[in-house]
């Protein structure tokens, strides 16, 4: 069982004034034998055919609004998006991509090739962490030929157990401020998010589902086993260095500066344990494997990019262009970091006061339980990610999986400036742009103005810190 965070209410009275909480605190409810039991999703599911029939409109209200329909509304979608995947599957062919570089990739492994430079396939040299090809050699191994068909079904349980783990991250971010279940529709209803998953086996998927799940670990405050499954996305692909700084700032403040430590060394270990455990037989593999898996000077080719097609070729290929992109995304970080992600009194420079106070501060949370909304932790993450993705130089289709679970929720939180026609409107920009195939400067433009809203949307509406000067003993 997940340990339960502490109330606000619980708290000891005497605490750093800087940071006191930003809402009041909640009365202590009444005796637990005295709460009314929510019936289960199941029972939930079955009864409502018979409350549609009697109250269609009521019905529908709770399935979209209600908490206690979020797991039933859940569960229907992840039905149908199965029923949806099975068809898909069966009636759209499948379309060779990256699949066969990676058998290929496999094949020079097993072959005994330890040299990580030197694997390769038919898009060139393997540019992926260790994780990545252990998967793939598994399914070499485990899958009847031709493999891709039933590789196609194990990626719909991949796009399932996504759907699943993005529910609890919207559910467990709305347990003090409840998050609408409706906002989970967009999630089963894009073309190139099936695309990918089902048509094309890529590894993001595989990065991805496993990123959800150390978010909803880290939701539970299971901080040591949400870092290692952290770093085992990492070890599939290395986009998820995206959401390192925001991961860096909830770390500090709901584990201090020790326990931020702790996390770091748990990811670096089992980094190390994966390419350990075939390439650093000497010093110069260690090197290679690492300049290879996490090759930060790759460049991709301009025909290929989704983004910035609306900026000629000479300047988007240029040191300068990369450069000012970079500075770019420092600078909005930093921003987001000083200015944005501690929505507690006194910002950043309390919490840092607080958690670099003493030795002694060093080991405790900067910022005491009850101070942030439940939201915060997937909202700073998702931030970090989706700023760097704005950044980014070159983005190709199956990069679409990296945010699009996110979405919604970044739209509710500030990225739809509190507008419905923005929450609702920005989601089809981006599916337009993701779906214009070859990439157009038109269709890279409304990518650009939809990342750009967002962000700026979160910075103008989204939780901010308040003054310390407002801090008043209470």
Not at 216 to 233: D, R
Request: net charge positive.
């Amino acid at each position: 069982m997940a340990p339960k965070r502490r109330s606000a209410a619980k708290q000891p009275t005497k605490k750093p004034s800087s940071l006191a909480p930003d809402v009041a605190e909640t009365p202590k409810p009444s005796a637990p034998s005295t709460l009314p039991q929510s019936p289960s999703p199941i029972s939930t599911l079955v009864s409502l055919p018979g409350r549609a029939l009697r109250d269609p409109v009521g019905t529908v209200k709770s399935l979209l609004f209600d908490r206690s329909h979020f797991w039933p509304l859940a569960l229907l979608l992840i039905a149908f998006n199965f029923v949806l995947g099975i068809a898909i599957i069966l009636k759209v062919p499948y379309t060779k991509i990256d699949w066969p570089a990676y058998m290929q990739q496999v094949d020079m492994y097993l072959a005994g090739e330890r040299d990580y430079s030197k694997i390769e396939g038919d898009t060139g040299p393997i540019v992926y962490p260790a994780l990545h090809l252990y998967i793939y050699t598994a399914l070499h191994w485990l899958l009847p030929v031709p493999r891709e068909r039933t590789a196609q079904y194990i990626w719909l349980a991949v796009e399932q157990g996504t759907l699943a783990l993005a529910s609890a991250v919207y559910y467990l971010a709305g347990r003090d401020r409840h998050i609408p279940q409706w906002l989970l529709f967009p999630l089963v209803l894009s073309k190139r998010s099936h695309s990918i998953y089902l048509l094309r086996l890529f590894n993001d998927p595989l990065a991805m589902i496993l990123f959800y799940a150390a978010v909803v670990v880290f939701q539970l405050e299971y901080w040591k086993i949400g870092s290692l499954i952290f770093s085992l996305a990492l070890g599939v692909k290395m986009n998820i260095l995206l959401f390192l700084p925001g991961l860096l700032v909830v770390l500090f403040q709901y584990r201090g500066a020790v326990g931020t430590l702790d996390s770091l060394i748990i990811t670096g270990f089992v980094q190390i344990g994966l390419g350990g455990y075939s390439f650093f037989a000497t010093p110069a593999q260690l090197r290679i494997y690492f300049a290879s898996a996490f090759d930060f000077s790759r460049s991709f080719l301009y025909e290929w990019t989704v983004n910035w097609r609306f900026v000629p070729e000479h300047i988007f290929l240029s040191k300068s262009f990369r450069n000012a992109l970079l500075c770019c995304h420092i600078a909005l970080l930093v921003l987001f970091g000083l200015y944005r992600w501690s929505p507690v009194r006194g910002g950043t420079r309390a919490v840092l006061g607080t958690g670099l106070y003493s030795l002694k501060a060093m080991f405790q949370p900067a910022v005491q339980p009850g101070q942030l909304p439940a939201s915060h932790l997937p909202l700073v993450l998702f931030t970090s990610n989706l700023i760097g993705m704005a950044c980014a130089r070159s983005l190709h289709y199956q990069f679409q999986t990296w945010y699009f679970h996110q979405i919604p929720l970044l739209l509710y939180l500030g990225g739809g400036w509190g507008q419905w026609g923005l929450i609702l409107g920005i989601p089809a920009m981006l599916e337009k742009a993701w779906d214009t195939y070859p990439a157009t400067p038109r269709s890279s433009a409304l990518m650009f103005v939809a990342h750009a809203a967002m962000i700026a949307g979160i910075w103008v509406t989204g939780p901010k810190p308040r003054p310390a000067t407002e801090d008043k003993d209470e």
